[in-house]
């Protein structure tokens, strides 16, 4: 049976590959190399360590054409019954971990976790391919991907969140200061009247991929540092 740490093993060896958003991956092509996107490099894991489909449109699909995305990722997790707390994806290797709400399906993101804190992930086009962190970010839902083994790492993880995270459905003066700064960087968020509605998200997004940001449509803290904003 495949196990977390295979998935883990294997993720490590694309470090550094490019990211290119919406970049299709073969899942079946175990010499694949990039580009990747955060769902594809995930789901192209699974497949190749278990030759199943998981996190796609449709993962009874060709393993050479099947489409992956977050949102796929988030209904697997509560179809099969795999989603469990992010702090106990943080301390099991292999293990994924998402940032995908229900209003926000389509575009999210998803890491592989190190068991330690750590991850392995599609990062953006700045960075690419990254060995990064769970911590000061925000996050959604832990996966275990059901035929896959995992085993609970050693290591003693305390995760704390980002003081200010900004998304979809908030309300407020930080959200009117992320608007003013998303207009003066040239993103029309709408008027600037303190609701993260659908124009605010598409400005973020906007913003988000001109900078080679993971675009989310979240602000966190490398959204809020690059747009200069302390909140």
């Given at each position: 049976m495949a196990t977390g740490e295979d998935i883990l093993e294997l993720a490590r060896k694309h470090l550094g590959e490019r990211y290119v958003l919406g970049a299709s991956a073969p899942k079946n092509n175990k010499q694949w190399k990039g580009p990747w996107d955060c769902a594809e490099f995930t789901s192209w894991l699974v497949y190749q360590v278990s030759a199943r489909l998981y996190g796609c449109t449709d993962n009874a699909d060709d393993p050479d054409e099947a489409d992956a995305y977050t949102g796929a990722w988030l209904r697997d997790s509560r179809r099969l019954g795999t989603a469990v707390p992010v702090d106990e994806a943080a301390t099991t290797p292999g293990a994924f971990v998402l940032r995908?709400?229900?209003?926000e399906r389509r575009i999210g993101h998803v890491v592989v976790s190190d068991g330690a804190g750590g991850t392995v992930e599609a990062a953006g086009a700045r960075l690419g391919l990254i060995a990064g962190t769970l911590q000061?970010?925000?996050?959604d839902t832990g996966v275990l991907v059901p035929w896959v083994e995992y085993t609970r790492?050693?290591?003693?993880?305390?995760l704390k969140g980002p003081s200010t995270t900004l998304r979809r459905g908030a309300a407020g003066e930080p959200v009117r200061k992320l608007q003013q700064a998303l207009a003066s960087a040239g993103f029309d968020p709408g008027a600037a009247d303190g609701v993260f509605g659908g124009l605010t998200r598409a400005a973020v997004l906007g913003f988000q991929l001109a900078n080679g940001l993971i675009p989310d449509g979240v602000v966190g803290p490398q959204t809020l540092a690059e747009l200069g904003l302390q909140l």
């Amino acid at each position: 049976m495949a196990t977390g740490e295979d998935i883990l093993e294997l993720a490590r060896k694309h470090l550094g590959e490019r990211y290119v958003l919406g970049a299709s991956a073969p899942k079946n092509n175990k010499q694949w190399k990039g580009p990747w996107d955060c769902a594809e490099f995930t789901s192209w894991l699974v497949y190749q360590v278990s030759a199943r489909l998981y996190g796609c449109t449709d993962n009874a699909d060709d393993p050479d054409e099947a489409d992956a995305y977050t949102g796929a990722w988030l209904r697997d997790s509560r179809r099969l019954g795999t989603a469990v707390p992010v702090d106990e994806a943080a301390t099991t290797p292999g293990a994924f971990v998402l940032r995908a709400r229900s209003r926000e399906r389509r575009i999210g993101h998803v890491v592989v976790s190190d068991g330690a804190g750590g991850t392995v992930e599609a990062a953006g086009a700045r960075l690419g391919l990254i060995a990064g962190t769970l911590q000061d970010r925000p996050w959604d839902t832990g996966v275990l991907v059901p035929w896959v083994e995992y085993t609970r790492g050693a290591a003693n993880v305390t995760l704390k969140g980002p003081s200010t995270t900004l998304r979809r459905g908030a309300a407020g003066e930080p959200v009117r200061k992320l608007q003013q700064a998303l207009a003066s960087a040239g993103f029309d968020p709408g008027a600037a009247d303190g609701v993260f509605g659908g124009l605010t998200r598409a400005a973020v997004l906007g913003f988000q991929l001109a900078n080679g940001l993971i675009p989310d449509g979240v602000v966190g803290p490398q959204t809020l540092a690059e747009l200069g904003l302390q909140l």
